[in-house]
């Protein structure tokens, strides 16, 4: 092969790898979303959403289109969230369901299809965003629960009330797909071990003690640091408290009592200090008929019945979590996805109705939740990452040496050392990306307040020194309040009416 051949191989692949990678290649996701959540944090939604529409385009080879390609996913379910919070129920929907109809086809593929091994083979060329986004467990559960949210929007309280049902066993089914994906994972990768034997070597000995040993990957090591703390706060097994009131209510409006007081327990043993979760779980122990547990004895119920004539506040607070790009070096340097935390913003809430003043409690930590499933995956990631930038060294550099040794002239050696230099270093580094996909426009906190329907029907919520006053409509004999405010003074509020009871 001569220098020429050589070097058209190499924009070959270069090229392959670009196009059917994903968009987030080249730039990664968080960096993309940087104006989208500039808009979002400052109110603007209207904003935000058309920076999304402009990715969810029907594809044309002069847009940045995402759709039919691996990133598609993440993109909808930031559509779903922004259309939720613009009072656009139905098309919320819509995305949720586009989004549903995604992962059921990552989900459904065969241990090792012909697809996935393309993209682990792409991701050897590339980086970790040439394979699907197949939604963090987090992301999943809340899709299913945004959806049933949405329904209510729409004024379809039994589509609301048979998503709930569905909620159920959503979380049960994460569990199972992670298990899923971890084995195809380890599919993947085993057969890729077997092409990259040497690389493969060289891989086995970088451990994540390893990594953050290293005093150039200080920043590295600090940020997994905070994320190994922050991922104590998570509930385990990706329970999500959020999906388990959301659960336990729609049992409740069924009547069904003693599977609200399923999953009201288990909503009381993950936030075992919060008060209103003991007496939740006694109300829907004795509306079942149900022995109350001796250690709750003591505790009493909610003082009115939780199923009937009620307001449900969920509000939803602060930036989420994210994922960003760090250096990291062993000895190459490489980039690196690490959880990005934002600071909470909120130091008082306050919900007040009939001249009681009530303070919400936590629901959701969405920081600490994302953070321990980053950290359960966190050695696949390495072992991805670290295969991948040996297996890109090695090419760059055999193919060096495949035109120093080759018997050409010394002239087209120079050339094609030159070209594969100069080539090899604008790849590599176009391709140094971190998969820093997930869905951000997600609240950092929930925090929850139940309270009898007020007479006067008005409830007034305060964050801070802001506040925001609604009044419930009389066709709602009950009321879901929603709430979103990643910024105090940015409080965006759905009224989702509850007709029946």
């Avoid at 949720?96 to 050897?124: N, P, W």
């Avoid at 408290?241 to 959301?246: D, E, G, S």
């Avoid at 055999?398 to 050392?417: E, F």
């Avoid at 879901?480 to 965006?492: G, R, V």
Wanted: net charge positive.
């Amino acid at each position: 092969m001569n220098s020429r051949q050589f070097f058209s191989v190499t924009l070959a692949v270069t090229l392959a790898g670009l196009l059917f990678s994903g968009c987030s290649t080249v730039v990664n996701s968080h960096r993309q979303k940087a104006a989208l959540m500039e808009d979002f944090m400052k109110g603007d939604r209207e904003g935000a959403l058309s920076e999304v529409r402009a990715k969810l385009k029907e594809p044309c080879w002069y847009n940045s289109s995402v759709i039919n390609t691996g990133d598609e996913l993440v993109w909808r379910l930031e559509a779903g969230s922004l259309l939720f919070g613009m009072g656009k129920y139905q098309d919320a929907v819509n995305e949720f369901r586009i989004g549903e109809k995604l992962i059921a086809d990552y989900d459904d593929r065969a241990k090792v299809s012909v697809r996935d091994v393309g993209a682990e083979s792409a991701v050897m060329l590339t980086n970790l965003n040439a394979l699907p986004y197949r939604g963090w467990c987090r992301d999943r559960i809340m899709l299913a629960a945004m959806k049933s949210l949405a329904y209510l929007g729409t004024g379809n309280e039994s589509a609301f009330r048979a998503q709930l049902r569905r909620l159920r066993t959503e979380q049960k089914h994460v569990q199972e797909v992670y298990q899923d994906t971890i084995e195809k994972e380890k599919a993947g990768m085993s057969e890729l071990k077997k092409e990259y034997p040497e690389q493969t070597a060289k891989a086995g000995d970088v451990t994540e003690k390893a990594i953050t040993g290293d005093k150039r990957n200080k920043e590295v090591a600090e940020s997994l640091a905070v994320s190994r703390k922050t991922a104590r706060r998570g509930y385990g097994n990706f329970l999500n408290p959020m999906a388990l009131f959301l659960s336990g209510l729609g049992s409740l409006r069924d009547g069904n009592f003693s599977n609200a007081a399923i999953d009201f327990r288990r909503l009381h043993e993950a936030l075992p200090e919060q008060m209103l979760y003991r007496q939740l779980y006694v109300s829907s122990l004795q509306l079942a008929g149900q022995t109350v547990p001796f250690a709750l004895c003591g505790i009493g119920n909610l003082g009115f019945s939780p199923d009937r004539n009620c307001v449900y506040v969920l509000i939803g607070t602060g930036r989420g979590p994210a994922l960003e790009q760090k250096d990291l070096y062993f000895p190459v340097m490489t980039a690196w996805p690490v959880c990005k935390f934002y600071p909470d913003t909120v130091k008082t809430l306050c919900v007040t109705a009939n001249q009681k003043n009530i303070t919400p409690v936590l629901l959701a930590d969405m920081d600490g939740i994302l953070a321990q499933e980053f950290h359960e995956r966190l050695p696949g990631m390495i072992t991805r990452i670290v295969l991948s930038t040996l297996v890109k060294e090695g090419l760059y550099y055999g193919g060096i040496t495949a035109v120093g040794v080759s018997n050409i002239s010394t002239t087209a050696k120079v050339l094609g050392i030159v070209s594969i230099a100069v080539g090899g270093a604008i790849y590599r580094a176009s391709v140094n990306t971190a998969d820093t996909r997930c869905w951000e426009t997600l609240p950092k906190k929930y925090h929850l307040a139940i309270l009898p329907m007020p007479k006067d029907r008005t409830v007034t919520l305060r964050i801070n020194s802001f506040s925001r006053q609604f009044r419930i409509p009389r066709a709602a004999r009950s009321a879901i309040i929603l709430a979103d405010a990643p910024e105090p003074k940015n409080i965006a509020v759905q009224i989702l009416n509850l007709t029946h009871q």
